[in-house]
């Protein structure tokens, strides 16, 4: 496709190239443009509908966006804006330089520029930050034919009309009524008669994660915001939840990997920041692991008269980091999903003290009989080996099921608990336990 589309913009086949892009979705052209010489892109985006080029502008990335900008016309920018919807135009206003973002408030109509202004106060990890104020609003005096006009006139710049909300004259939420039940009522039939009273709905300063789940739960198009007064003052759309899990299950992986984590595509990000993101988290984990070599030097008497035993810690170390892995990444997904609570640490430790006893056991025996039949070494051998086996791997999922627990219960990011740091904690109290073992069944 993206051959095609170059060719024809050699070629000067405009015509034919307009029609082509008419019939593609935003999406796909926008990541075609990801595949397109810079020098080809303005040309390419002026030959769009109007409607179409301001979809598409949408979807394409920041830097794109900005070297769009840049080479826009007056005209061209506010007939960009002008199309755009407001959650949209601040999406875009939050990823440009200020002297674009000046560029742009500059060019839109003084409603948008307010509803902009009004969102971008707003926390930016809350509801009110990823909220659109374009959305169609009805009174319970109405009738259906009243409400089917006021959609026709407004619906077309809103968000969705698929779900109306209905207020007072204070803007106090009282309901919602979805267009099928507008359709299959009749015409005169009242609103407040067919309206959903005590809608779910969120909070202005709610966490924007929490909001999306909350979608997700409910099985909703959309959900109202509303106001510490409950005055309706936005709607959350399913689009814009799906972005909000999608940055938060990309920033929770990264912090996981012990990355911090980055608002760019990883072929966006240069050399020299992705190691910025790196390095703090991999100097921290190497100071930590510095109490993983004491503990070896403490013990270095016991490793010189038996120094088979050294053979053994890399397998005890990343068996007792992969069970703590497990354990956290199990946990930490129940905590995002709001499967589980603080409150479930009983259940969970209870459960995790299960499934370690089996693990335990099963990799115990495997390890005593790889010790005695492929390292040739003595049952004593395989025995200190096999119950330091057992013990790591119940100390590492106990420890991994609990500290993602804690750090929710203190405030701190889950995932932060998560590979990393479990790991470097695991692989000392192993050592501790391997050593403490083998000295009281060798007598070393």
């Not at 219960?409 to 995932?415: E, I, L, M, Q």
Request: charged letters at 25%; glycine letters at 4%; hydrophobic letters at 45%.
């Amino acid at each position: 496709m993206t051959d095609k589309i170059l060719e024809l913009l050699e070629e000067k086949h405009y015509s034919e190239l307009k029609e082509i892009l008419s019939e593609t979705e935003p999406a796909d052209i926008a990541y075609m443009y990801e595949e397109l010489p810079e020098k080809n892109m303005p040309l390419l985006y002026r030959l769009l509908p109007k409607e179409l080029a301001a979809e598409v502008f949408v979807e394409l990335d920041a830097d794109t966006q900005e070297m769009l900008i840049r080479g826009f016309s007056d005209a061209e920018l506010k007939e960009v804006l002008d199309e755009l919807y407001l959650d949209d135009a601040v999406d875009i206003i939050e990823e440009m330089p200020a002297n674009v973002v000046k560029r742009i408030i500059r060019h839109t109509e003084p409603e948008m520029r307010a509803g902009i202004n009004e969102i971008l106060n707003y926390p930016k990890d809350s509801a009110g930050s990823v909220m659109t104020i374009e959305l169609v609003d009805l009174k319970e005096s109405m009738t259906v034919q009243d409400a089917f006009t006021r959609i026709r006139r407004t619906g077309l710049d809103k968000e969705t009309i698929y779900t109306c909300y209905v207020t007072d004259k204070n803007r106090i939420l009282l309901g919602t009524v979805s267009a099928k039940d507008l359709l299959l009522a009749d015409e005169e039939c009242v609103i407040a008669d067919i309206m959903a009273t005590n809608p779910i709905h969120v909070h202005t300063h709610d966490d924007k994660e929490e909001v999306a789940l909350e979608l997700s739960k409910y099985d909703l198009l959309a959900i109202p915001v509303v106001d510490n007064e409950d005055r309706l003052v936005g709607i959350v759309t399913v689009d814009d939840a799906i972005d909000v899990l999608q940055e938060e299950a990309t920033e929770d992986i990264e912090k996981m990997a012990g990355i911090t984590p980055s608002e760019k595509p990883y072929l966006k990000t240069g050399i020299i920041d992705t190691c910025r993101q790196r390095i703090p988290w991999l100097l921290l984990l190497m100071i930590s692991s510095t109490f993983t070599g004491k503990i070896i030097t403490h013990y270095e008497d016991a490793l010189g008269e038996l120094l088979i035993l050294t053979a053994f810690i890399p397998m005890i170390m990343g068996t007792g980091g992969n069970s703590g892995s497990q354990s956290s990444v199990t946990v930490i997904r129940g905590l995002s999903l709001e499967e589980i609570e603080f409150k479930d640490i009983f259940k969970i430790l209870w459960k995790e003290f299960g499934v370690a006893i089996l693990c335990g056991l099963v990799l115990a025996v495997a390890t005593f009989i790889k010790v005695i039949t492929l390292d040739g070494e003595s049952a004593m051998i395989g025995l200190v080996v096999g119950l330091t086996m057992f013990f790591t791997i119940l100390l590492a999922k106990l420890v991994g099921c609990v500290l993602p627990l804690l750090a929710k219960k203190v405030g701190f990011d889950p995932a932060v608990m998560a590979s990393p740091f479990i790991t470097t904690i695991v692989d000392a109290l192993s050592l501790v336990v391997y050593f403490d073992i083998a000295s009281r069944i060798l007598n070393i």
